[in-house]
Nanobody, 125 residues
Framework: VQLQASGGGMVQAGGSLRLSCAASGDTFSNYVMSWFRQAPGKEREFVAGIFRSGGRTYYANSVKGRFTISRDNVRNTVTLQMDSLKPEDTAVYYC???????????????????WGQGTQVTVSS
């Protein structure tokens, strides 16, 4: 599957951004979809994930209550709505996909087979 992320940009603290990831090349509903982020000099970290049907979602504690992940299995897209953004949310954001992922592996970036190209999110104070 090929992934194309979009929607990054620059926003002031407290603002909102919406990231989208469009998938092509395979049956989208077969894939667990997640968002990760990586700030300069830091490890890539899990942000949010959603299971195949969209019924179950998971979030890093640092974004819980502020970010919302959703998917549209007809339009083959996964979206990350980011509200109440903080300067510490500044990073390159990546969407990731995997067919066989289980819950215990959702937060492990090295368990995903497919990645989008990344989109920069910058939050100024």
């Amino acid at each position: 599957v090929q992934l194309q992320a979009s929607g990054g940009g620059m926003v002031q603290a407290g603002g909102s951004l919406r990231l989208s990831c469009a998938a092509s090349g395979d049956t989208f509903s077969n894939y667990v979809m997640s968002w990760f982020r990586q700030a300069p000099g830091k490890e890539r970290e899990f942000v949010a994930g959603i299971f195949r049907s969209g019924g179950r979602t998971y979030y890093a504690n640092s974004v819980k209550g502020r970010f919302t992940i959703s998917r549209d299995n007809v339009r083959n897209t996964v979206t990350l709505q980011m509200d109440s953004l903080k300067p510490e949310d500044t990073a390159v954001y990546y969407c990731a996909a995997d067919r066989g992922l289980i819950l215990s592996s959702m937060g492990m970036w090295n368990q995903y087979d497919y990645w989008g190209q990344g989109t920069q999110v910058t939050v100024s104070s």
